[in-house]
């Protein structure tokens, strides 16, 4: 039995707009036998007061059948900004994970931290990735890079990065 965590972050590119759900089995206990589903539930009514409705919409007309077809062919463009950004990386040797079953792609630079990465691409490339730190010890050494973007500023910046990262 498991708490299950889900959102429209990835799936429907709602990034940022905080919008999914969370399923916790009513016959999830503690040992002591007092049901978590209260607990969760106190949680979430004290710290979160719900999406708003206009984002609730949005939800919903993700999942109507015509919003779906609309929603694959949005996420399948990203894909393809995604395959972009991991052919430039690898391209350079670069060990990428991510961006096959969504539209972030994690970039190794060995013997950097990647503070050190995100500021050297910053600076001399005008790109802005997120340093794989921020997501918790693991990402040390790793810059995220998202594929959510128009395909001219992907490609401009894979040939900045080509540039830069091979000097």
Known sequence: MAIEISSFSKF???TGVRLGW???????VYANGYPMIRDY???????FNGASNIVQA??????SEEGFEA?????GYYMENAKILVETFESMGK?????KNGPYVWVHFPGLSSWQVFNKILERAAIVTVPGIGFGPGGEGYVRVS???HRECILEASRRLTKLLLK
Request: net charge positive; hydrophobic share 40%; glycine share 16%.
């Open 12 to 14: 429907a590119g709602f």
């Open 22 to 28: 969370t399923v916790v089995p009513e016959e999830l």
């Open 41 to 47: 539930d106190r949680i979430v009514c004290t710290c």
């Open 58 to 63: 949005g939800g919903l007309a993700c999942l």
């Open 71 to 75: 929603l694959k062919r949005t996420m």
């Open 95 to 99: 060990k990428v994970y991510g961006g």
């Open 147 to 149: 594929a959510f973007g």
